[in-house]
């Protein structure tokens, strides 16, 4: 429940303005007892985008209108939260090396996708469109997608 509060509070503020607190007040638990499980902002946030990345970086997803489209509320988090940190990735890649793979990943997952046949053009244009959604998602969040029940996840 903590990961999954906190990739929506990631999501929602990005990284800088996220507080652990709001992670502990979404799951409805005190600081302290996040910081038992995760030592500070960085290691949550790492784990928050690693739980993402299992989420949205799906093999089964790549091409999907399920991938471009998310719709389910926990693909639609992960999508977001990878999105808002590519969008900073020259920020934050310190804080979460991970980050700096997702693109190469991706590309591999679309080329995969896409088939040897038909030219690294479609290939960046599947990327372009992914990428694009998740920072779409991102920017489209609300309050009440962060303030949604954790529980229901």
Request: proline share 5%.
């Amino acid at each position: 429940m903590i990961i999954t509060a906190a990739i929506r509070v990631f999501a929602y503020r990005g990284y800088d303005a996220a507080t652990v607190q709001e992670v502990a007040d979404l799951v409805g638990i005190t600081r302290p007892a996040i910081h038992h499980h995760f030592p500070g902002k960085a290691p949550l946030y790492r784990a928050a985008l690693d739980r993402a990345y299992d989420i949205a970086m799906t093999p089964a997803g790549i091409g999907a209108e399920r991938f471009t489209s998310p719709d389910h509320d926990e693909l639609r988090m992960g999508c977001a939260l990878l999105g808002t940190s590519l969008a900073h990735s020259h920020r934050i890649a310190d804080v979460a090396p991970r980050i700096t793979g997702v693109s190469a990943d991706l590309r591999r997952m679309c080329a995969r996708s896409v088939g040897p046949h038909d030219g690294a053009d479609q290939v960046d244009a599947l990327i372009t469109t992914i990428v694009g959604r998740w920072v779409l998602t991102a920017c489209e969040l609300t309050w009440i997608d962060l303030q949604m029940d954790v529980d229901v996840l």
